[in-house]
């Protein structure tokens, strides 16, 4: 009796490098083309720290090459103990959590007890799953609820992780590179929004989409504090030089002076009145003559 043979060859398999290439590729049954890269801008992150959960956000929305509003808030309210931070398209960002929000608040009150984030996290990969990436909302959502404190990043396409400390945006990959060198288990409070700003610094100086402020939000098991602005490491300050130069400043080769002001001459031919003539009229404004007109145009 024969059996049937499965090769599993040792190392990566290509082989679906060649098909990706035979359906883009003219003699394919419908010629495909590939999907676009499609940069989500912003840079979000989240760590754990001792005590709570700690986010950040940096505050640039673009619209293309163009900066659109330099101050925008990109941490999104879900409910007192939990707070969502959004990438991608702002409307899509907004109004996903403005849902998300309005349903866990639903969700509290049928339930009677304060929710839980993995709650709002289910409800938000469900939501984002059924549009296959459509909804452009990339999202790290944390905060604390009886169990502890969680931390957790939602992609488009609705795939999620649960890590103790998450970045995600187009300066996602700066802003990792500073969490993976300097992050550890226990930080304190002031440590947490420390490494916070630094990693949402590395996206504003490294990636062109993210930029101007930095916002932090820390979540604790009794508050939740919101720090708009926190950090503004590209504050506006006066100009230290004044560039108005003294008369003289520049050289000159030669000095031309040109009369602008013309002087004009206008004379009335046939006055409105005749001298020695009693009980003569003067010609009324809408009376004048064609040569007055004439010289009148000719101003």
């Not at 505050?59 to 900066?67: D, M, N």
């Not at 604390?144 to 992609?155: E, I, M, Q, R, S």
């Not at 996206?203 to 916002?215: E, R």
Request: glycine share 10%; aromatic share 6%; hydrophobic share 35%.
């Amino acid at each position: 009796m024969s059996t049937p043979q499965i090769s599993n060859p040792i190392g990566f398999d290509f082989s679906n490098h060649l098909r990706n290439a035979y359906l883009t590729s003219a003699a394919g049954p419908s010629k495909l083309s590939l999907p676009k890269a499609t940069s989500t801008g912003t840079t979000i992150v989240g760590l754990i720290y001792d005590g709570g959960v700690c986010l950040g956000a940096d505050t640039r929305a673009t619209e293309g090459p163009i900066v659109a509003d330099k101050n925008c808030e990109k941490i999104h309210f879900i409910s007192d103990n939990i707070r969502c931070c959004g990438a991608g398209t702002a409307a899509d960002t907004e109004f996903v959590t403005a849902l998300i929000s309005s349903n866990i608040g639903l969700h509290a009150l049928s339930t009677g007890r304060q929710p839980r984030i993995v709650t709002a996290m289910t409800m938000l990969k469900q939501h984002l799953y059924k549009y296959q990436g459509h909804v452009g909302a990339a999202l790290v959502i944390g905060g604390v609820d009886p169990t502890g404190p969680h931390l957790f990043t939602v992609a488009p396409h609705g795939s999620t992780d649960k890590l103790p400390y998450v970045t995600m945006g187009s300066g996602s990959l700066a802003a990792m590179s500073v969490f993976e060198s300097k992050w550890r288990p226990k930080l304190s409070r002031a440590e947490a929004i420390d490494l916070v700003v630094q990693a949402i610094y590395a996206g504003i100086f490294n990636d062109l989409g993210s930029g101007s402020n930095c916002d932090v939000c820390v979540i604790e098991k009794e508050r939740t504090e919101m720090l708009r602005n926190y950090a503004m490491p590209n504050e506006r300050v006066p100009k230290e030089l004044s560039y108005k130069m003294r008369r003289g400043t520049t050289a000159w080769i030669k000095h031309d002076l040109r009369k602008l002001i013309v002087d004009e001459t206008v004379t009335h031919i046939g006055s409105g009145t005749v001298e020695g003539q009693a009980g003569t009229k003067p010609a009324t404004s809408g009376q004048a003559t064609g040569a007055e007109e004439d010289v009148e145009m000719g101003k």
